[in-house]
C-alpha cells in the first residue's frame, strides 16, 4: 500500500514536470 502511495506521488511529480 506504501508502495502504491510512493509510485503514485512519483507519477504525479514527472508529469507536473513534464507540463500535463
Known amino acids: ?3 502504491w502511495t ?3 506521488l512519483i507519477i504525479a ?3 507536473g ?3 500535463f
Open 1 to 3: 500500500m506504501l508502495y
Open 6 to 8: 510512493v509510485i503514485c
Open 13 to 15: 511529480l514527472i508529469a
Open 17 to 19: 514536470v513534464l507540463g
